[in-house]
């Protein structure tokens, strides 16, 4: 079979598996979980196949025309190269374990066989991203996974919280996909095709008319999909859906596609040092800013998510200073420990009843209940604090070498801004994320107080595949010579210089979080033993809040025996003393949610109250005056109609005598004159 052969029927296997999980769920569900997991692993195995095929070396594309348009065709085509092989491993591994953990985790759920497919769906629409060779076919999946992300996100339809993130997640992304088509179809008619090698074609010779509005355009899309500085903020909130969708999502699909739509269309971007720029500082915000806010969040989920933000800030950083091979490297790395995280995360909600760290640093001997969670937690949290040898290390450092390169002076390919951008702001980000990464680590593992719940031993299915995960999440990242081949043949390699600096910044981060984390449990067992409550830092409140809602999310009721009873007492919270005053500002994601209100929805709001007044108080006056009239007119002309035939012929004979005495007066006026 041929290698083309084998890459069609990579996204079209989770696909068929998808349709049939839909149409045999209700009537068959003895095949839903075949159906689930069946397609999806014969998909990363064929992924794996087409990768080894080929091997890095020359691209592989074939096309055929999809529909006649009478201008710009467009064409079902594959466009294979090292990055579209080996990200699609990646999605096919990732999706692969997340339909073997769900078995487990959302075993008793009335509605996971529509979840399933789903999950399947949404696999397939990634896949088809990834392999596409024509912008509009791949614009196909880029919406179906906008579309899956809604439905799963909102899977826990019934309470508000699940509602309200699944409509935020599906209108932020759309407001940048506006932009997004437009910047296609500018793109598409400057080259006059939506074929990617075309396109490519056409920059390398200088085609483009108009290459900064492209690519802003373009990137804005990206923000969205990739959950970038400013439209980041819907997926924090995205975390109300079910923990392997959350995994799904931040490791191997919709916030990976934006940065490797990036990657992809590299040489769109680099036409213009403006949009260079602007992605770097895109990036930079987005890192630090993630970074301060992951460090204040209660709900452990939370803490993830704006992780992930952090990260892909990482790989857009890179792409931004020309390093594409680097970011990818980052985008496969991370999408294994991130994986691992929200699974693992998922462990420890299933065991401690809840998603707050503040209850689980209240529990004590909970890494005893659940000791491979607690291992395969902590290899994870390694490698994103990019400690060596682990994976996110050596992909971490291959980012900031990209971007020294550049502020150095050794690559032309980005201004030195923003090469010194990327490499600061990254910088403060090693050291930040090795912060909330240690606090995530201490609160969930080295908690004190009542013993944590004892569910018995989780299932295998859950555990059995964070050790699967565990392993490229360890050694992943010594492949780096062996990755180079598959990208662009750049080093990946860390220098002395980066490694020294970055983890250096890690390790500041840690200790100062440990520090931290000793001085509030002392402080706790203090105010424990005094019994009163210890002196309440600002913004406690609204972690009390956010500890409460999440110990009754409705995925914690679906996954637990029972709720444990909640620990009375202050929590040990080095966040608090770590961010100071920044602390509660971090913790509502610095208000940029209540400034979106203020600049966009209440005006939208408002001007469609207006709307709705002019329509109500002055269009419909208008027509139902029409209507009015119109009855009123009729109701005068049906007193006429008595159904009398003598008032008919008396009034017949009325006109006819007037019209007789008019025509004489006419005839005498006539004749005087």
């Given at each position: 079979?041929s290698t083309?052969?084998?890459?069609v029927?990579?996204p ?6 998808a349709?049939?999980g ?7 569900p003895?095949?839903v979980?075949p159906?689930?997991i069946?397609?999806?692993l014969?998909?990363?195995?064929l ?15 074939a ?6 348009t009478?201008s ?7 466009y294979l190269?090292?990055?579209a092989?080996l990200v699609a ?8 374990c997340?339909?073997l953990?769900?078995?487990a985790y959302?075993?008793?759920?009335p509605?996971?066989?529509s ?5 399947s ?16 076919v791949?614009l ?16 826990y339809?019934e ?5 309200s993130a699944s409509l935020k ?10 932009p ?5 179809f500018?793109l598409?008619?400057d080259a006059?095709s ?11 010779a200088?085609?483009?008319?108009h290459?900064?509005?492209i690519?802003l ?7 969205g999909?990739?959950?970038?500085f ?5 997926l924090?909130?995205?975390m109300?859906?079910p923990?392997p969708?959350s995994?799904?999502?931040?490791a191997a699909?919709m ?5 490797y739509?990036?990657?992809?269309l590299?040489?769109?971007?680099a036409a213009s040092?403006?949009a260079?720029?602007?992605?770097a500082?895109?990036?930079a ?13 209660d709900?452990?989920?939370?803490v ?9 800030g ?7 200073v020309?390093?594409?091979?680097a970011a ?7 999408g ?10 998922g462990?420890?909600i299933?065991?401690a009843?809840?998603n707050?760290?503040?209850?689980m ?8 209940r ?7 937690m ?13 994976a ?15 502020a150095t ?9 923003a090469g010194?951008?990327?490499l600061v ?10 912060a909330?990464?240690?606090r ?11 013993a ?5 031993k ?7 595949v964070?050790w699967?995960?565990?392993i490229?999440?360890v050694?992943?990242g ?15 390699t ?12 890690a ?6 979080t440990y520090?931290l984390?000793?001085r509030?449990s002392?402080?706790?067992?203090l ?18 809040a956010a ?5 009754e999310t409705?995925e ?8 444990p009873v909640?620990?009375?007492g202050?929590?040990?919270d080095p966040?608090?003393?770590?961010l100071g005053p920044?602390?509660?500002h ?8 209540a400034?979106y209100?203020r600049?966009?929805v ?7 109250s207006l709307?709705?007044f ?9 027509v139902?005056?029409a209507?009015?009239?119109?009855q ?11 159904g009398?035939v003598q008032?008919?012929?008396?009034a017949?004979l009325a006109?006819?005598?007037v019209l007789a005495i008019?025509?004489a ?9």
């Amino acid at each position: 079979m041929s290698t083309t052969t084998l890459a069609v029927l990579v996204p079209l296997l989770p696909f068929l598996g998808a349709v049939a999980g839909l149409l045999l769920g209700r009537n068959a569900p003895g095949f839903v979980r075949p159906l689930a997991i069946l397609p999806t692993l014969a998909a990363a195995v064929l992924a794996v196949l087409v990768a080894v095929r080929q091997g890095g070396d020359e691209t592989i594309s074939a096309s055929t025309e999809l529909t006649p348009t009478g201008s710009v065709p467009i064409d079902l085509s594959l466009y294979l190269d090292g990055f579209a092989a080996l990200v699609a491993v990646l999605v096919g591994v990732v999706a692969t374990c997340v339909q073997l953990y769900s078995t487990a985790y959302l075993r008793e759920d009335p509605r996971y066989p529509s979840y399933a497919a789903l999950v399947s769906l949404f696999t397939s629409a990634m896949l088809l991203v990834v392999y596409s060779g024509d912008l509009m076919v791949l614009l196909v999946g880029w919406e179906i996974m906008g579309i899956c992300s809604y439905f799963l996100v909102g899977h826990y339809w019934e309470t508000e919280a699940a509602r309200s993130a699944s409509l935020k997640a599906f209108l932020v992304t759309k407001l940048g996909d506006v932009p997004f088509l437009i910047g296609l179809f500018a793109l598409a008619a400057d080259a006059d095709s939506f074929e990617i090698p075309k396109i490519l074609e056409t920059v390398a010779a200088g085609g483009l008319d108009h290459p900064t509005l492209i690519a802003l355009l373009l990137l804005a899309g990206v923000a969205g999909k990739s959950a970038q500085f400013p439209l980041h903020t819907w997926l924090p909130d995205a975390m109300a859906g079910p923990t392997p969708v959350s995994a799904l999502i931040h490791a191997a699909t919709m916030v990976a596609a934006g940065v490797y739509f990036i990657a992809r269309l590299l040489p769109v971007f680099a036409a213009s040092q403006a949009a260079l720029v602007v992605m770097a500082v895109m990036a930079a915000v987005t890192m630090v800013g993630s970074g301060l806010a992951a460090i204040a969040q209660d709900d452990i989920k939370r803490v993830l998510a704006y992780s992930t933000i952090g990260q892909l800030g990482y790989m857009v950083g890179a792409l931004a200073v020309g390093d594409r091979g680097a970011a990818v490297f980052h985008l496969l790395s991370h999408g294994a420990f991130k994986a691992l995280l929200f699974l693992g995360a998922g462990v420890i909600i299933h065991a401690a009843g809840t998603n707050s760290l503040g209850v689980m640093s209240r529990m004590d001997g909970l890494a005893k209940r659940i000791p491979d969670a607690f291992w395969t937690m902590t290899i994870a949290l390694l490698a994103l604090a990019a400690v060596p040898p682990f994976a996110g290390f050596f992909s971490k450092e291959a980012v900031l070498v990209a971007a020294e390169h550049t502020a150095t002076g050794h690559s032309d390919f980005a201004p030195s801004a923003a090469g010194w951008l990327v490499l600061v702001a990254g910088l403060l980000t090693a050291l930040l994320t090795a912060a909330y990464a240690t606090r995530l680590w201490l609160m969930a593992f080295r908690g004190r107080g009542a013993a944590a719940p004892d569910h018995g031993k989780e299932p295998l299915a859950m555990t059995g595949v964070l050790w699967l995960l565990a392993i490229p999440s360890v050694g992943f990242g010594l492949a780096a010579g062996t990755v180079s081949d598959w990208f662009d043949g750049g080093e990946l390699t860390p220098t002395l210089v980066t490694s020294v600096l970055g983890t250096g910044a890690a390790a500041i981060g840690a200790m100062l979080t440990y520090a931290l984390w000793q001085r509030a449990s002392a402080k706790a067992a203090l105010a424990a033993a005094a019994g009163t409550p210890a002196a309440a830092p600002t913004g406690t409140p609204a972690a009390v809040a956010a500890a409460e809602s999440a110990a009754e999310t409705p995925e914690v009721a679906e996954v637990t025996h029972d709720h444990p009873v909640v620990p009375a007492g202050p929590a040990a919270d080095p966040g608090t003393a770590f961010l100071g005053p920044l602390h509660r500002h971090a913790a509502a994601g610095f208000h940029l949610d209540a400034v979106y209100d203020r600049l966009f929805v209440r005006p939208v709001q408002a001007a469609a109250s207006l709307v709705r007044f002019l329509d109500r108080e002055v269009v419909d006056t208008y027509v139902r005056g029409a209507g009015t009239g119109t009855q009123l007119l009729g109701s005068l002309v049906r007193r006429a109609q008595t159904g009398n035939v003598q008032s008919y012929l008396s009034a017949l004979l009325a006109g006819a005598v007037v019209l007789a005495i008019a025509t004489a007066v006419l005839a005498n006026v006539n004749a005087g004159s």
